[in-house]
Structures are given as C-alpha cells and as structure tokens.
C-alpha cells in the first residue's frame, strides 16, 4: 500500500504526525514518533522569548477528552532553534516543524525566521491557541489579520508555511485568506475554548480558568470544519481533532485532509496509537481495493 503524501510541499512517508505542544523536547520523544512511523514530527509552539506557563493545574480530563491551558510554555525561540538540528537528527529524515507564535507579525515573523535557521523543515503558525492573551485565535479568527500574518512570515522564509487555524464563524474565510497569503498548507483544527467547575470547591479548576478542549469530543467539529474548508479551497490539509483510531483518522481524510495529526490520544497512549491507526489504514485501504492512500483525501466530497 503506498503510504507516501506530499503535504504543501513536504514529502510524507506515511499521512500521520503528532499535533503540536503534546510531545516533549527531546531527541528520544523524536526519534518514538519516527519509530512508530509518523510522517512528520510537530514541536511545540514556540514564541519569541521564554515563557513559562500558566499556573497549574494545566490540563483536566473530561468527558470526551481533556482541557489544557499549558500556557505556551516553551524556551524561547534563541534556544529551540538551538535545538532543532539534534531534533533532526533523531528524526532521521522525517521532517520536523515548528510551530509558531506572536502577539505581533513582527514576533512572528522573527520566531518562523529563528526557526528556519535551526533547520525546521516547514513551519505550522498558530493561529488558533484559544488561551493566548493578545495572539491565538484572537489574532487568527480574523481574516485580514490571517493574511497579513501568514503573507509576512511566507516573504521571509523559504521551508512551506502551514497556518493552522481554529473554530470561528470565519474560518473558512481565514482560510481561504492564508491560502492568499502563501500557506502551502492547513491544519484544522486547534482545541476549542472551555472550561471545567469543581462542583465542590465551586471554582474553576484550571489555573488559567479556561482552557481548549481536545479528543474525541471534537472530533464531529473538525469533520465539518475540514469538509467546509476544503470544499472552498481544495487545499492540502492536516486534520487535527479527535484522531485516537484508523476510523476516525480515515473521516478526516475523506472530509479532505491528506494527512492527520494526534494530540490527545497520544497522552492517553502514547505512540503505540500511531502505528496501529496505520495498520487499521492499510488494513482498510488494501481491503477495500485502494493502491494508494491519496486515493480517499476528499472522498466524502463526491455526489
Ligand atoms: C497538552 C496539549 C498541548 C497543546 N499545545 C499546543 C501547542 O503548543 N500549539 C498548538 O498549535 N496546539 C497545541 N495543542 C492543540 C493540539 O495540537 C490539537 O490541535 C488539539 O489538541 C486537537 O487535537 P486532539 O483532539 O487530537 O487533541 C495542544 C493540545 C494538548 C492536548
């Protein structure tokens, strides 16, 4: 079965990747994913200088999947670009991208330039975080913002630029709106505001208060929203939200993803979760008579 997907420019060997901000910075945590056969590894979000956080507790389960408010903790653009060579490295010729964040154009524009220059192989702006005061969502769910952002980053840089947007009413405006701005490629989505009570201290339980929801639960959501997307745009899309299974892998790819990223089934799991959503996808693909897994991107779309 060919596995192989060429995703805005990046030559996949198989359509599954982490979603950013859930696998640690280390060249072991690299080098599990590449084993358990991603196609492409994700960092985590990173911003212009260091940030440490929101106050803990960062993350709740929930019916469905989990909140996070992690905060966008990271070291800081200087050092992460640092890294990134030995990141590489344990990636063994998968290719790795950054993720990207700002409160301005110029921050990120500075932080996807620092991030080139460590080697990243293509960049992912996050545009959707929907807990970043000043950036996130709150820059990204407005579409002149998308393309201003995106337009800077794509002039400046050489690897592909890949926005990746959250749910809004606009979304597939923004979309359309990166696209026009150079962004090879789409991730959709990011997690979705929210918030849980503790019935007994009658409090919010996050540090932050709120936080985004990830996991099973959204999973309809990003159906929908990557359907709508790609029935506008016919772009090359990650789809992100709710993948924990080949079934659920294979819905996004039919709504139009070439490629699926996993974030909350691979805390649940780890990466054990990648390999065996490839298995059921061969499995189903040979069965159903399929030579290529291209084959069913956008399928759902058909009359
Ligand atoms: C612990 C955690 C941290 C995350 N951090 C980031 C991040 O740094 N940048 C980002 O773009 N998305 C981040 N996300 C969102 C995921 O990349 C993904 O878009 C979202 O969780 C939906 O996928 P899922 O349903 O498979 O979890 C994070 C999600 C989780 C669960």
């Known amino acids: 079965m060919r596995m192989q997907i060429s995703v805005g420019g990046l030559l996949l060997?198989?359509?599954?990747?982490?979603?950013?901000g859930v696998l640690e910075w280390?060249?072991?945590a690299v080098e599990k994913m590449v084993s358990a056969g991603a196609g492409a590894?994700?960092?985590?979000?990173?911003?212009?200088?260091?940030?440490v956080g929101y106050n803990r507790p960062r993350v709740v389960k929930v019916p469905g999947g989990w909140i996070v408010a992690v905060g966008l903790a990271n070291p800081g653009a200087e050092q992460v670009s640092r890294m990134v060579g030995e990141l590489k490295k344990a990636a063994?010729?998968?290719?790795?991208?950054g993720s990207v964040a700002g409160t301005s154009v110029r921050e990120f524009v500075e932080v996807a330039a620092k991030l080139e220059e460590g080697g990243a192989d293509a960049l992912e702006l996050n545009l959707s975080c929907p807990h970043f005061k000043g950036g996130g969502l709150e820059?990204?769910?407005?579409?002149?913002?998308?393309?201003?952002?995106?337009?800077?980053?794509?002039?400046?840089?050489?690897?592909?630029?890949?926005?990746?947007?959250?749910l809004s009413d606009k979304v597939v405006e923004?979309?359309?709106?990166?696209?026009?701005?150079?962004?090879?490629?789409?991730?959709?989505?990011?997690?979705?505001?929210?918030?849980?009570?503790?019935?007994?201290?009658?409090?919010p339980v996050?540090?932050?208060?709120?936080?985004?929801?990830?996991?099973?639960?959204?999973?309809?959501?990003?159906?929908?929203?990557?359907?709508?997307?790609?029935?506008?745009?016919?772009?090359?899309?990650?789809?992100?939200?709710?993948?924990?299974?080949?079934?659920?892998?294979?819905?996004?790819?039919?709504?139009?993803?070439?490629?699926?990223?996993?974030?909350?089934?691979?805390?649940?799991?780890?990466?054990?979760?990648?390999?065996?959503?490839?298995?059921?996808?061969e499995k189903f693909l040979w069965a159903e008579g399929f030579e290529s897994v291209e084959e069913v991107v956008g399928l759902a779309h058909r009359d």
């Open 41 to 51: 590894v994700v960092l985590k979000t990173t911003t212009k200088e260091y940030r």
């Open 92 to 97: 063994r010729g998968v290719p790795v991208i």
């Open 139 to 166: 820059m990204g769910q407005d579409p002149a913002t998308s393309y201003e952002i995106v337009n800077s980053v794509a002039s400046v840089v050489k690897v592909p630029v890949i926005a990746k947007l959250g």
């Open 206 to 281: 996050l540090g932050y208060k709120y936080g985004g929801l990830g996991g099973e639960a959204i999973h309809p959501i990003a159906v929908r929203v990557i359907y709508d997307v790609y029935k506008e745009t016919r772009a090359d899309i990650f789809g992100v939200g709710g993948v924990r299974d080949w079934e659920s892998a294979l819905e996004l790819m039919l709504a139009g993803a070439k490629a699926v990223q996993v974030g909350s089934a691979l805390m649940d799991r780890g990466e054990i979760v990648i390999s065996e959503i490839l298995r059921g996808l």
């Open 26 to 28: 280390s060249a072991e």
């Open 13 to 20: 060997r198989t359509p599954l990747a982490n979603a950013s």
């Open 174 to 203: 923004v979309a359309v709106k990166s696209l026009e701005g150079g962004a090879k490629a789409l991730s959709l989505i990011n997690t979705i505001r929210s918030m849980k009570i503790d019935v007994y201290s009658k409090k």
